[in-house]
């Protein structure tokens, strides 16, 4: 299994500079966290196909990416601004596709705070489910999956979502924090989703707090050999990517550097024979 971090790991100035750093330290890929940068340019997603060809010519890709988190809502009501919110939604697809992004991650609604919503929660639901089909159109022939990411209810809260969406198979993401503040644990959750896992955000936490730490982290209660044994016995095939930013927040460079080397070394030591650098 290959490891990443998001590219934003040293801030989110120019992202090449990243990647030329990442590739310098030995990584092949990373998780793409520089919309906000492409969105800058004049032409994004040709900006998108340039920095793709860039990154190809340093054997660097991006497995995973984030849609924008507190902001995007595939259950955004009908009416003033519904269009707008879509356009954007598929500008970030467009995006994704030029990258090369494999799974696009997002959750049901914004997260963690949806705006508040005066609907009844049936109405959000089917609101949602025909979001996702908007979306589907927007991949449909891409590289990219778009995958929902659950929060601590786990199964329960991803499965039934998944497989009513009609138009696109799509993935999952496993954040191992967000699993671990719920009942179920993260073995349980990856045997139950089985194929349909195709990304994952690797963090730790005491299970109070969505604290975003290393595995390994102060407290933390994740059972990751469990998790590590059930990611094999499914044939995993995604990255083992870290949402762990806590580390790195108000961090120096040359800390991040640091810890940029001691998530490799602690992959080294939880995958053992599945690592693949
Ligand atoms: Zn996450």
Same mark, same amino acid.
């Given at each position: 299994?290959?490891?990443?971090?998001?590219?934003?790991?040293?801030?989110?100035?120019?992202?090449?500079? !990243?990647?030329?750093?990442?590739?310098?330290?030995?990584?092949?890929?990373?998780?793409?966290?520089?919309?906000?940068?492409?969105?800058?340019? #004049?032409?994004?997603?040709?900006? !998108?196909?340039? +920095?793709?060809?860039?990154?190809? =010519?340093?054997?660097? #890709?991006?497995?995973?990416? /984030?849609?924008?988190?507190?902001?995007? =809502? %595939?259950?955004?009501?009908? *009416?003033?601004?519904?269009?707008? /919110?879509? #356009?954007?939604?598929?500008?970030?697809?467009?995006?994704? @596709?030029?990258?090369?992004?494999?799974?696009?991650?997002?959750?049901?609604?914004?997260?963690?705070?949806? %705006? %508040?919503?005066?609907?009844?929660?049936?109405?959000?639901?089917?609101?949602? +489910?025909?979001?996702?089909?908007?979306?589907?159109?927007?991949?449909?022939?891409?590289?990219?999956?778009?995958?929902?990411?659950?929060?601590?209810?786990?199964?329960?809260?991803?499965?039934?979502? $998944?497989?009513?969406?009609? *138009?696109? #198979? @799509?993935?999952?993401?496993?954040?191992?924090? /967000?699993?671990?503040?719920?009942?179920?644990?993260?073995?349980?959750?990856?045997?139950?989703? *089985?194929?349909? +896992?195709?990304?994952? /955000?690797?963090?730790?936490?005491?299970?109070?707090?969505?604290?975003?730490?290393?595995?390994?982290?102060?407290? *933390?209660?994740? =059972?990751?050999?469990?998790?590590?044994? !059930?990611?094999?016995?499914?044939?995993?095939?995604?990255?083992?990517?870290?949402?762990?930013?806590?580390?790195?927040?108000?961090?120096?460079?040359?800390?991040?550097? $640091?810890?940029?080397?001691?998530?490799?070394? +602690?992959?080294?030591?939880?995958?053992?024979? !599945?690592?693949?650098?």
């Amino acid at each position: 299994m290959r490891v990443c971090v998001s590219t934003a790991w040293f801030g989110e100035a120019d992202p090449r500079k !990243a990647i030329q750093t990442f590739v310098d330290e030995g990584w092949t890929c990373g998780d793409f966290s520089h919309v906000e940068w492409l969105l800058r340019q #004049d032409k994004p997603v040709a900006a !998108a196909g340039e +920095l793709k060809k860039f990154a190809d =010519d340093l054997g660097f #890709d991006f497995p995973q990416a /984030h849609f924008d988190l507190a902001n995007t =809502d %595939p259950g955004f009501p009908p *009416g003033p601004g519904h269009a707008e /919110h879509f #356009d954007r939604i598929r500008l970030w697809c467009e995006l994704f @596709m030029a990258l090369g992004v494999k799974a696009g991650i997002l959750h049901k609604r914004p997260w963690p705070t949806p %705006p %508040p919503d005066g609907r009844p929660s049936e109405e959000i639901h089917e609101a949602m +489910l025909k979001g996702f089909e908007t979306i589907a159109g927007y991949v449909k022939g891409g590289p990219t999956v778009v995958c929902l990411e659950n929060g601590p209810s786990g199964t329960k809260g991803v499965l039934p979502v $998944v497989e009513a969406v009609k *138009g696109m #198979d @799509m993935g999952i993401c496993l954040d191992t924090g /967000h699993q671990n503040r719920g009942e179920e644990k993260c073995a349980d959750f990856v045997r139950a989703v *089985g194929s349909r +896992l195709k990304a994952l /955000h690797i963090h730790d936490n005491a299970k109070a707090y969505d604290d975003h730490f290393f595995p390994y982290g102060p407290g *933390g209660t994740t =059972d990751w050999s469990g998790f590590v044994d !059930a990611l094999a016995e499914i044939g995993y095939d995604g990255v083992w990517a870290y949402e762990s930013f806590t580390e790195i927040t108000d961090k120096p460079y040359e800390i991040r550097l $640091v810890k940029l080397r001691y998530a490799k070394e +602690l992959a080294k030591v939880m995958l053992g024979d !599945a690592f693949e650098g």
